[in-house]
């Protein structure tokens, strides 16, 4: 495998890995707040992102490369309003997508198919993760200010369930 996609998509573990640590965080503050239907859509998103983060170890791993588990850093975001989380998340999803687009490049440039080829999952999960943050702001706009609405925005939060992701390696 080219040494720099190997090394970007090594380095991208350990980026999905902080973004478990940061959406792990935001349920945190949810859970702070009383509003365990938030919390639960954090949490739920948390291990969403140690699976893309195990399925890039397992596709490095697949292909005879070498991984090196570097430290997580810490969660550097304050939130003060509970609009706060959700747009953190958006602009992190935005930011994440740059960095697979960059490691696609990458892969482009050198003719890893199969790493592209790998990658189009993470590419639609990307604009699947971009629309659900940006759904989560549309919703708290219109009723984050009411009561009776924000405790219904919050039961349908509850009742998200995980489910292990669609890419099997
Ligand atoms: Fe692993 Fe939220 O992207």
Known sequence: MDRQVSALLNDQIN?????????LDMANFYSQKGLDGFANWYEIQAKEEQDHAMLMYQYL?????????EAIAKPDKTFETLMDPLRAGLEHEQYVTSLINAIYAQAQKVNDYRTTQFLDWFIKEQGEEEKNSGDLITKMELFGND??????????LAARVYSAPSLVL
């Open 147 to 156: 009561a009776r609405s924000l405790y219904m925005l919050n039961s349908e």
């Open 61 to 69: 791993h697949n292909n005879g490369e070498k991984v090196t588990l």
């Open 15 to 23: 980026k999905e890995f902080y973004s478990a640590y940061l959406y």
